[in-house]
């Protein structure tokens, strides 16, 4: 007998149908000799509708009451969802995160889970019942409601999956898994069959929307099989696992493309210690996330440039700070733009493959793409680009690290 | 500094401007240096989209999800409620039924409150807030989720009061008070200003939909004083009371007239021991809640009629089991009408003054009014007529007994 979580989105319960759909798949799986906890997000387009009533109320939402307000959506679902499943003939039973006790600490909209306490649930999956569990909302100690922010209920699922010692956590979506890039700018992306926690991570980090980003590292640290798949097939998804060696012989497993962000980039700073400082520290300040950093070091007179990407909804604010600092710091010049795009591509082969980098910039250059700014990871080669050849390069990418294919052979 | 509990009902925060005015109120209330606690209902109408969506998911839903889905409905009032006093500038928080701890037997759909934890609620009055709970929820020892059935919300705002040791209740709802009758049939239907426990609660059995029959019960047991009073206007409502003096020179507080029920006769039924519970017990096994029950012996010959009311909804399903009871018990005939309505009067006057009977009955002769059935109890007189006079008779009953006058004398 195996115990599994399964995280269904919010596509995935918009409505009553599907949620009775969901219903049944469910109770086939739990027929097949399985254990099944549950993890509901709210209907599509509920969280929406509650941010806009809360707008209404107060200038900036207080974040205790907004949490109150927002886990309502996955406590209708799960209601819901139990009454269809009771509805089959087989038993079943809601918790909210206050009743299993998640609980978290008190970042209210985007709390972190502290532990979890599977008493409950044991008791429930123990005398026969399917579990459903409200995803994306937890407790503190002293009994208020948090929400762990966007793609909350992937955490849940996964931690849930952790902290019970699950076989497996399936993440359905409406997607039928993760790709090599967006299929709808590379009609040759293909779905990979598995795929590593770490390539995952960059991939999540990168803008694949496919799977929470923290989700991931959680699997990661417990060890969690994650199974990405639709909940409108039947098909097999991605399973996102540990590294084995069969991942290595691939050299590059996806290609991402984000719009974004926008691109700053302050000229003939004089490099004396403590200026990079003095820049970040009112950015951050202004709760303004940078992204890439590239400082390059003029020979000889102490003169530096620095770039670096902010989202793009904060362009014209980092602007404005970075004139006033720029001008305390004496620097010459600050300019920027918000049409770039970064492209990526993220693998474990990287690791043992020299030349990867190269091949990069050198089918990038063949296509006449100029590129602004560089930063590498371990498995990980991102490149700031203009906006407008973000699908050219993408494509060609795609083509150059053959990620059409199962087997990759580098074109060069 | 006094300390008040506010209850507003579904009508009041029925969308976003009202219930910021609502808060707008309570935190002009609050500023005049009380201590408050407000108790929601769901916005107007969420209820019954609930049990729609329920519908879709079982054929009957199952009860303590029920629960778990209707008790949104406050919860997401009372999130924005608290988020506009807070833009209000006014310090304010939400608890839930299981924050709280308003504790309740597992009775799921109607459960009832065992005990309230008050200790929370005190610390954050202590610290200046407004503290704003959800109405018709509670939870039971083992942390389920309860609701408290139709009128829950006034329930939960009059025991608050009492755990709390309140000052005073305020009802808002949205009528002016508890009137003496409606005023949709009886355009001289007058506002009440005081009224005791005993009289509202025959008002409510009765069908005055302003307060909810239990909340009044618990009213009268702890000594709340209740303020039923309008959302929409600053206009004093109808205290709830302890009967008073004042109340005694009243003969008569209020008319009611109830067109919910039909009546059904036995006619000719041998009059032996347990014919009532031969009867009476299949009616009561299929869940059907019988009003009046009147039994006349005709002289002589061991032969009795017996004729009593059900909800009219439960008619059809009625009169099969007692045609079937009736053969059984050799009783001779039944008939039954559901075009029948329950006029009473209510009033702690009648405990000392007699000819209260009298008039009714004759004031009805006079308008040729036929009574089908005649009940009373200490403080009040039901007869049952045809439905056709049933306007007529509560605007000659409201005019006999001078129920548009505040002092009242009897027209005979």
């Given amino acids: 007998m195996a115990l599994i979580v399964q995280k269904f989105g919010g596509t995935s319960v918009a409505n009553c149908d599907r949620i009775k759909n969901v219903a049944k798949r469910v109770v086939k799986t739990a027929h097949a000799n399985n254990k099944m906890v549950?993890?509901?997000?709210?209907?599509?387009?509920?969280?929406?509708?509650?941010?806009e009533l809360a707008n209404q109320m107060q200038r900036i939402p207080n974040p205790r009451?907004?949490?109150?307000?927002?886990?309502?959506?996955?406590?209708?679902?799960?209601?819901?969802?139990?009454?269809?499943?009771?509805g089959e003939g087989k038993d079943c039973v809601s918790l909210l995160g206050n009743q299993v006790k998640i609980i978290t600490d008190?970042?209210?909209?985007?709390?972190?889970?502290?532990?979890?306490?599977?008493?409950?649930?044991?008791?429930?999956?123990?005398?026969?019942c399917i579990v459903v569990i409200a995803g994306f909302q937890g407790v503190t100690e002293r009994g208020d409601i948090t929400t762990l922010g966007r793609g909350g209920s992937d955490t849940t699922a996964v931690a849930l999956a952790a902290a019970?010692?699950?076989?497996?956590?399936?993440?359905?979506?409406?997607?039928?898994?993760v790709y090599t890039t967006d299929p709808n700018v590379c009609t040759k992306a293909r779905k990979i069959d598995r795929i590593s926690y770490d390539e995952m991570l960059e991939l999540a980090s990168l803008g694949a929307k496919v799977l929470d980003i923290r989700s991931v590292g959680l699997a990661k640290r417990y060890g969690v099989p994650v199974h990405v798949r639709?909940?409108?097939?039947?098909?097999?998804?991605?399973?996102?696992?540990?590294?084995?060696?069969?991942?290595?012989?691939?050299?590059?497993?996806g290609v991402t493309c984000n719009k974004q962000e926008a691109r700053i980039t302050i000229s003939r700073v004089p490099d004396t210690p403590g200026i990079a400082s003095r820049l970040f520290t009112p950015i951050s300040d202004a709760g303004i996330v940078v992204d890439m950093i590239i400082q390059n070091t003029r020979t000889g007179n102490n003169i530096t440039d620095m770039?670096?990407?902010?989202?793009?909804?904060?362009?014209e604010r980092a602007m404005n700070i970075v004139e006033v600092v720029a001008h305390e710091i004496g620097a010459e010049r600050v300019s920027g733009s918000n049409d770039i795009a970064k492209v990526s591509i993220v693998g474990v082969g990287m690791r043992n493959h020299a030349g990867i980098a190269n091949t990069m910039?050198?089918?990038?250059?063949?296509?006449?793409?100029?590129?602004?700014?560089?930063?590498?990871?371990e498995i990980k080669i991102s490149c700031v680009i203009e906006e407008k050849y973000s699908e050219l390069a993408v494509r060609t990418l795609h083509d150059a690290f053959g990620l059409d294919k199962t087997s990759q052979s580098v074109k060069q």
């Avoid at 709210?42 to 509650?50: H, K, L, P, S, V």
């Avoid at 770039?307 to 362009?315: G, W």
């Avoid at 910039?361 to 990871?377: Q, W």
């Fill in 38 to 51: 549950i993890v509901l997000s709210a209907m599509a387009g509920e969280t929406n509708r509650f941010v």
């Fill in 65 to 86: 009451e907004m949490d109150v307000l927002l886990s309502t959506g996955e406590q209708v679902t799960v209601a819901l969802f139990a009454m269809a499943v009771k």
């Fill in 106 to 128: 008190d970042t209210h909209t985007k709390a972190r889970i502290k532990r979890i306490d599977v008493e409950k649930i044991n008791h429930y999956l123990d005398s026969g």
């Fill in 164 to 177: 019970l010692n699950a076989d497996q956590c399936d993440i359905f979506t409406d997607v039928e898994g």
């Fill in 230 to 253: 639709s909940t409108f097939t039947e098909t097999e998804g991605t399973w996102v696992v540990e590294e084995d060696k069969n991942m290595e012989s691939m050299l590059v497993s």
């Fill in 307 to 315: 770039t670096f990407t902010v989202p793009r909804s904060d362009y």
């Fill in 361 to 377: 910039f050198g089918v990038l250059a063949k296509e006449g793409i100029n590129i602004l700014m560089i930063s590498t990871s």
